[in-house]
């Protein structure tokens, strides 16, 4: 059975797939001023979910939640040199409040730093207040020239981790923890992302930072989207700052410090990493909807799609009933398709008599009659084999469309064919990596030859990830 | 044993007590941008708290989370004539951005409805898609001229519960049950206040409203602090942004809003209604520390009080383990007590030969020594026992400090001397509303006699109570 196409198909056009899915799934609209975004319901509750098992992980890694103001004085902006130059070209000022021009104006913060190391300057004493360990949700304001819903926008929601340690080990370890246990485990554990953990080249570097940690996924048309970052920011803005703390022999040392954050724009690389043609398909542990119990027609249905409801949620299975049979069944079927729900149970009159029910599963595909009786019990295991799919797709996807190559001209033709390419950083260098930008295409991270994240851009046999990148 | 106060006694300066409590018990600083606060972790502890105990019965009302963008455009604000009357001297105006002066200034949100309201135009067409309801977590700004920390800041942190319905009737329940079933309930049940609900007088109205229903508390001092408001919109903003739907019968209708509040000013009203010399005083059921448990010193104590902790959090009791047995004593205990923790377990050598522990009562005060092995068992019933008693003071402190009176001179006497009049709205009236207005007195709500929320403002026998507030 043909049916027209509900989405532009991937292989025409990406991003305008990407879009289509973006209003049809009803995640966000575009907002009035230039850049933000409406998040809609559905879209929305993607990222409480995201919300709640980062913050679980956060909390686990001892840090506590805490919130800075959003004006920020634009002179704390101008203490730490290399960040404001990073920052300055996207910042939105305030210049009136209140009715009259201010004396100073403020900038809407696009990102922390600075307010919160006056606050640590004046918090931290001595080395028992050490290691500080915090985290804040908030929006955020980065003026945006060319948006694009959840990847781009002029603001955009996020938590940012700051944190001041006593030594240069202590912050450097924990700036790794962060970037393993708390977003590589959320994001493949949950979005079922196959990520890669590396650290940016100087170019790349978060502004203000000594080292930039980050974690890289491979989207549907072969691009890269960077995640998340983890920055040990050494003692840059604790000197900007002058955040000092009383050693255990009586020194006055100057902190070493992190931060670290990720965004909405994961919902943007959760579309753009297992939607197809139909739609989204949300990993099952992400999912805020994991199953939809369908009434097609006819009070009886209606009854036995509640009473199965109720059964489920009991089973402790995130579900949505639709028995809103007074709506098309084939409407509401390619809706719940297209919003990526994993598993749709639908019940008819038919399925009354015989006690069964359809269970269509978006992410392997396909429909196949079952037992209404045992979903309880056989719903948590499909689940989990939907989330483990959606990842081993993710890995098979980086793995096919990833090439060893040992030229700049074969990196280059690698990215811009839509895939990444693996490069001996020696072959590469600062000077390869100004002329792939030339061609749009980037150094997403540094890898060990094992895999693993490498201490030091030059340590032996470092390896360049390069691709085009969102 | 006499000590000397950590904070300045109410009974001598109240407002310089609350600001003493906030600094010492490190909820919050002021930022420095005027009129803005930093939340420190363990005053963002208690609004993490109310937040979940909302959210769920937010929820459960039927209403999704969703984002609408922080910055408007200022023509938005202009299109209900109240509204932007309300708040154009509040307002804080960006006019640069991405360095450049924007062509239309956009002012930051100092609440929702107008740009929500031009979302609504797009999302509802028919009668099936309403009710809709809505609700976001946000920021919101207005620039305040006397700012106190959580009571009045130019930034703070709130949720807004928007909703578009088919009939009066049906917007008007809606506002009834947010009012009731969400905030009464939370503020009564989980914060331990006995908060009064009643209508707003047209004078104290929400700028575009054509009801404001509010819940009023007693503060220590006798003066009121409003909690929340649930406010029907009538059809004001429908009108200003065309919210049409096609009803049933095929005709084409305004919808009828509602839009409702509560914020960060709710940890003042905690901190203002259960706190006391030593300190806050937190319910449990809001507690984000329900127990803590010291180790008085050596380290014994401190696997002893690690091996507690862990049963107590078994016994799903929010328990928070103090170890620091470098830091002295005394100093612990006094801080937990100004943070007003509602039970604290304090183990020393001497607990560990006897199997004791010492049970230190924030709420209803006093120590004395128990069992360590029974309180798993036995905290959980303590902690209700608290819960209620905090309550209970509540409502006699609103009780004994209410004065039935006749005379607007009464009136206004009850209030200035630190309490609460109640007088028949007929006595009173506008007039009578604006006179008061001269002492700094005003109508906090009118109720029916029967103390039900009265339909409208001259309904017979309605009263009106007086106050001084925050």
Chains 1, 2 share one sequence.
Not at 83 to 90: N, S
Not at 137 to 146: G, K, L
């Amino acid at each position: 059975m043909a049916k027209a196409p509900v989405l532009t198909p991937q292989a025409d056009d990406f991003p305008r797939w990407y879009q289509d899915l973006i209003n049809k799934a009803e995640l966000a609209d575009n907002g009035p001023v230039r850049g933000t975004m409406v998040i809609r319901p559905y879209g929305y509750g993607l990222w409480e979910r995201m919300q709640r098992e980062l913050d679980d992980r956060i909390k686990e890694a001892g840090a506590a939640n805490a919130y800075f103001p959003l004006f920020i004085p634009q002179s704390y902006l101008t203490r730490e040199a290399e960040h404001v130059e990073g920052f300055a070209p996207e910042l939105a000022v305030v210049t009136h409040g209140g009715g009259k021009e201010l004396e100073e104006p403020v900038v809407v913060r696009p990102t922390s730093e600075t307010i919160i190391n006056e606050y640590f300057s004046k918090w931290v004493q001595s080395y028992r207040d050490l290691p500080l360990l915090i985290n804040q949700w908030a929006n955020v304001v980065r003026w945006e020239m060319r948006p694009r819903v959840f990847l781009r926008t002029s603001e955009f929601l996020w938590q940012e981790g700051h944190t001041a340690h006593a030594t240069y080990e202590d912050a450097r370890e924990y700036a790794a923890r962060i970037h393993r246990e708390v977003y590589a485990d959320f994001m493949v554990n949950v979005l079922g992302i196959d990520v890669v953990l590396g650290r940016k080249t100087a170019k790349e570097r978060f502004a203000g930072a000594i080292n930039t940690l980050t974690l890289e996924g491979m989207m549907g048309d072969g691009k890269a989207l960077q995640l998340g970052t983890s920055h040990e920011l050494g003692q840059n803005f604790a000197k900007a700052f002058n955040t000092q703390y009383l050693s255990a022999d009586g020194g006055r040392e100057l902190v070493w410090q992190t931060s670290w954050g990720v965004s909405t724009r994961m919902v943007g690389g959760l579309i753009m990493s297992h939607g197809d043609d139909s739609g989204l398909r949300v990993p099952p542990r992400l999912a805020p909807v994991q199953a939809v119990v369908l009434a097609i027609k006819g009070e009886e249905s209606v009854a036995a799609v509640r009473a199965l409801g109720d059964k489920l949620k009991a089973a402790g299975i995130r579900v949505q009933v639709d028995d809103r049979v007074d709506v098309p069944f084939g409407r509401r079927a390619v809706d719940w398709e297209l919003k990526g729900v994993p598993v749709r149970i639908e019940i008819g009159p038919r399925d009354l008599e015989n006690g069964t029910a359809m269970l269509a599963r978006r992410i392997p595909g396909g429909k196949e009659p079952v037992r209404a009786e045992t979903l309880p019990e056989t719903l948590p295991a499909i689940l989990e084999e939907d989330q483990a799919l959606l990842l081993q797709q993710s890995r098979e996807r980086r793995e096919s469309r990833t090439t060893e190559v040992t030229t700049l001209d074969e990196a280059a033709q690698a990215a811009t064919a839509g895939g990444w390419a693996r490069i001996p950083w020696a072959k590469l260098g600062p000077e390869g990596e100004a002329k792939l930008a030339e061609q749009a295409v980037s150094v997403r991270c540094l890898i060990a030859e094992d895999g693993s994240v490498p201490d030091a851009d030059d340590a032996p046999g470092t390896v360049a990830i390069v691709a085009r990148s969102y």
